[in-house]
């Protein structure tokens, strides 16, 4: 079985402006092109193949501005949901998505990315350093509280008995809110980003939920980073943030 990826940030409680929302996926639209060339290119989701390659766009704020006004990328009054495919090829293909800014208490903030499942550009974008690249990317534009680059499929595993924001995978992000991570067992590294936070990135090699070696540093780094106070809930980081 082929093991699917994917990237997410999370937080919730921030309420801005159209403006606001724009600029920041402005610079998350141009810091993710540097992390792939496959991410340069973005165009909108229609009900077909052919009809969403009719609708490109330049990521920048003033066009983000413009899409973020139509109704159907409204999530209520003050927020919005919007995505939008790179299109590549089926197998190929990355897709973004992102919510933010609802007054809903019922709803939390986010920004993903799916990644390619097959061909040359899925084993070029699996790699550490791409992948930290992609969460930077995320946490520059947005300052999640808790980001994360992993098996889909170690993922689901993990949501069996963990709630999100309270595990790690290949590559991991931190705000700083968070609190101070603890010194971590070799292959695992940490990068700052910025004044923001950290990135964790567990193994230099493509991790994998069918390595055991794999699944066992990530349960060890999980209870360190638990035992420092670092693993809330998503929705219990935003209280106390």
Known sequence: MIETYY?????????????AYARRAEVFFRLLAVADESFARW???ADSRSAALKLPFTPDAETLRGLFEKKKYRRDETGIAF???????DGASSGVRF?????????GDLCTLSLPTEGAVRERVLS??????????MALAWEPAWGIATSQVHRDEVL?????GTFVGWVTY??????????????????????????????????????????ELAAHVQDLLEQAGLLKPLNAAAASG
Not at 99 to 107: E, F, I, K, T, V
Not at 128 to 137: G, Q, Y
Not at 160 to 164: E, I, T, V
Not at 184 to 199: A, F, M
Request: hydrophobic fraction near 40%; proline fraction near 9%; aromatic fraction near 6%.
């Open 160 to 164: 069996k008995r963990s709630k999100a």
């Open 128 to 137: 550490a350093a791409t992948l930290a690249k992609v969460l930077r990317a």
């Open 174 to 215: 931190f705000a700083h809110s968070r609190g101070t991570l603890p010194r971590l067992p070799d292959p695992v590294r940490t990068e700052p980003v910025g004044d923001k936070g950290t990135l964790v990135i567990l193994t230099p090699e493509r991790f994998t939920a069918s390595s055991p070696a794999h699944v």
């Open 99 to 107: 919510a933010c800014g609802s007054d809903s208490p019922l709803l």
């Open 7 to 19: 990237a997410g940030a999370y937080w919730s409680g921030r309420v801005e402006t159209l403006d």
């Open 83 to 89: 995505s939008a495919w790179n299109g590549a090829p």
């Open 43 to 45: 165009l909108e989701k």
